[in-house]
């Protein structure tokens, strides 16, 4: 999984460490490179560390979380942004979703929250970032040797994306780019695969192979295998 820098923002050193014990950071893929007890300060740093996430209060004193965020809108930093605050009132969070920002997050924290909220960010930086080819083959690599395995189970387009912490559209161009086809296209080809070795190596029926083969119905499944070999499942056993 590539992992990700963060930076978190809080004038309240002990709000910096409820961030760090609440949000599962470097479970979904980040790793906190810098932690700041004032905007500014951050924002002298922000061309050094280049944090792809940043984590920041919205009430500090001194410069504002979202004036910082506008601040790095305006410097073109590409960076995902989670907004925390102590504060339910609308207008804070319409300003934050008028800068384009991940996720907010009403403090106290809670961690199902805050996992959503960093799996949000996870998903955008994936399927925004210009990510090195090196990465993208380890990632195509990794989907399809968990699509061979898992062939069996209930595999659609969001259910691996959500695995993988994937946009789910990137994940369908990295389908094209490296098979040339769809998602749903390989999978299935991976299905009436092993169930050729069914109908060829046992005398399990048609309906039992096409369950075993993660198929909901024995018709779809004989429409699929057609479409693929050109021939019934039923023409292929004899």
């Known amino acids: 999984m590539r992992v990700y820098d963060c930076i978190l923002i809080d004038d309240d050193r002990w709000a910096l460490s409820d961030i760090k014990t609440t949000m599962p950071l470097e479970t979904v893929g980040f790793r906190v490179a810098g932690e700041y007890t004032c905007a500014d300060d951050a924002l002298a740093d922000m061309a050094a560390v280049k944090p792809s996430l940043i984590i920041s209060d919205i009430c500090m004193g001194g410069t ?5 965020i506008a601040e790095c809108r305006r410097r073109g930093y590409a960076a995902e942004f989670i907004v925390i605050s102590g504060y339910s009132d609308f207008a804070y969070a319409q300003q934050a979703i008028n800068e384009d920002v991940c996720a907010y997050v009403l403090k106290p924290l ?11 960010a996870y998903a955008r930086l994936n399927g925004l970032t210009n990510v090195h080819e090196e990465d993208r083959q380890h990632t195509i690599e990794r ?7 898992n062939f069996d189970k209930r595999l659609s387009l969001d259910d691996v994306a959500d695995t ?5 559209t990137y994940l369908s161009e990295l389908f094209r780019e490296r098979f040339g086809k769809t998602f749903v296209q390989y999978k299935n080809e991976v299905r009436i ?11 399990k029926s048609i309906t039992e192979i096409a369950s075993l083969c993660g198929f909901d119905s024995a018709s779809y ?18």
């Open 193 to 203: 695969e092993h169930a050729n070795i069914l109908l060829t190596t046992t005398q």
């Open 64 to 68: 504002s979380g979202l004036e910082m």
């Open 221 to 238: 499944f004989a429409l699929v295998f057609k479409q693929i070999t050109g021939i019934s499942p039923g023409s292929l056993r004899k």
């Open 110 to 120: 809670d961690s199902a929250e805050s996992e959503r909220a960093l799996r949000k």
């Open 164 to 168: 993988f912490f994937l946009n789910r």
């Open 143 to 149: 989907v399809r040797d968990y699509i061979r395995k």
